[in-house]
């Protein structure tokens, strides 16, 4: 992979705005997704009418180039972009990008159908059939894919995280690396202060939107406000998370 490009990441600062930014996207989607009417059956045998959705719109995707070499998007259901390898005609200095083979998407899969299914509980819709059926699998899929296009999005920014903190401490992270300590990695990417600010401001933003929907008109449920606040709460804390694994997977392949 010689002839892929030298993509720098941006610092800390930066990175942690770009983060910010994702917030009101992701809301906004789960905002739409959650006033449409759910039929589980969409989602039996682990997801597999949704993967499959997923991979027929992946394709499609992948062929205007959006899961490129250094996009930071990452697709569920096609092969992974092969990681970057090291050589003296192909180095990786600090700040330099370099790929990585680990995905957060299986856990995204996971978080999405086992936590956050569970909470699309609205019996209405805002799209109105003469049958009067709430039930419309498509719209309710592309939702889904477009929110879980988000989510990877968001948690993937993690790579970047890690290497703009490795090439801040290079020496600190280069014995946890060469030793494989995982936990050691762990503990240095985290940070509890700007975890809580991050939480604090999709709380914020899920009120916001709630607020903005009733008060432009549309049908809501009288628990909408608090299922999107509790749905929030719980997305973010597991967002976190995943980009934190996505940051530690990232570190351990970083001397390869
Ligand atoms: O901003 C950072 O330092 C990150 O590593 C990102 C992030 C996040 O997902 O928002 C993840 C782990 C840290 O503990 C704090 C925040």
Avoid: M
Avoid at 90 to 113: C, K, M, V, W
Avoid at 209 to 221: E, H, N, Q, T
């Amino acid at each position: 992979h010689v002839d892929r490009p030298t993509l720098t990441v941006p610092g800390l600062v930066q990175i942690r705005d770009i983060l910010a930014q994702l917030e009101a996207p992701i809301i906004s989607t789960l905002t739409e997704r959650i006033n449409l009417a759910t039929d589980p059956t969409l989602y039996s045998n682990n997801g597999k009418g949704l993967l499959r959705f997923l991979e027929q719109h992946e394709v499609i995707s992948a062929a205007s180039g959006r899961y490129d070499y250094g996009k930071l998007e990452y697709p569920f259901t096609l092969p992974p972009v092969a990681p970057d390898v090291s050589t003296s005609r192909n180095a990786f200095p600090p700040s330099r990008f370099h790929q990585d083979s680990f995905s957060g998407n299986e856990n995204i899969t996971a978080f999405y159908l086992n936590t956050l299914v569970p909470l699309f509980t609205s019996k209405s819709s805002f799209y109105y059939h003469l049958d009067n059926s709430t039930i419309n699998h498509d719209a309710v899929l592309n939702l889904d894919a477009t929110l879980l296009a988000l989510l990877s999005h968001r948690a993937h920014i993690g790579k970047i995280v890690a290497e703009t903190k490795y090439a801040s401490n290079v020496t600190g992270f280069t014995d946890l690396i060469k030793a494989q300590d995982a936990a050691g990695i762990r503990v240095l990417v985290t940070n509890t202060t700007q975890e809580s600010g991050v939480l604090s401001q999709a709380s914020t933003a899920a009120a916001a939107f709630s607020d903005a929907w009733s008060k432009s008109g549309a049908l809501v449920p009288g628990s909408f406000a608090s299922n999107l606040q509790n749905a929030t709460a719980k997305l973010f804390r597991e967002l976190i998370d995943i980009t934190t694994e996505i940051e530690v997977q990232y570190l351990l392949q970083r001397l390869r």
